[in-house]
């Protein structure tokens, strides 16, 4: 399971471990105690997918990534976790934004029929961005709801869905107000740990 984790063009998780004691900015670690099973605490996902313009509303296709974040324990929540998982896997998904869609794009096959095509613009197309950032919460999650809301991302509709879901979009991706809430959260850097199993 954790090679399709990693090999999936339409996905990318990141286990959620307790904080390091490296205190470099957002570098890179190969140690195998910083991600054992007693450090982790839940993670988050993105999952992307190409909006065709189905509901009326575009008719290019679009990219769409699909945020779903879980601290697991209960011990380990509203302890800031969410919260700065969240934030640096918005920074990194800003940083890598260009190889992520390029992964899914050129591995996807459906995302290459639809992005690839004169209508998706083409295989000349030098750049693609995601059209927005996603994000389905049941109605009682208020936790959750605040979390996200707090962080920019905004509900499409007043009412939840027929699963009794909000969704909830971000559209702006820049790094200022990204940098902005991880410094308001005390977040200083995040470390990714190179996966190698």
């Avoid at 090679?3 to 959620?16: A, E, G, N």
């Amino acid at each position: 399971m954790q090679q399709s984790w990693r090999q999936d063009p339409d996905k990318l998780t990141f286990i959620i471990c307790l904080p390091t004691t490296n205190s470099n900015s957002n570098s890179t670690l190969t140690s195998d105690n910083a991600d054992s099973p007693s450090r982790m605490v839940g993670d988050i996902n993105l999952f992307l997918r190409i909006d065709d313009g189905d509901d009326g509303a575009s008719t290019t296709p679009q990219i769409i990534g699909e945020i779903e974040l879980m601290i697991a324990e209960k011990t380990n929540q509203r302890k800031g976790f969410g919260r700065a998982a969240l934030l640096s896997f918005l920074r990194y998904i800003i940083d890598h934004e260009a190889e992520i869609l390029r992964e899914f794009v050129h591995g996807d096959s459906s995302a290459s029929a639809s992005l690839l095509s004169p209508a998706g613009g083409g295989a000349g197309s030098p750049s693609w961005k995601f059209a927005c950032l996603s994000v389905k919460i049941g109605q009682a999650n208020v936790r959750s709801l605040a979390l996200f809301e707090s962080v920019g991302f905004e509900k499409v509709a007043l009412e939840p869905n027929y699963f009794g879901e909000f969704e909830l979009r971000r559209v702006q991706l820049g790094v200022g107000a990204v940098d902005a809430a991880l410094e308001r959260a005390a977040v200083r850097n995040y470390t990714v740990l190179s996966y190698g199993r």
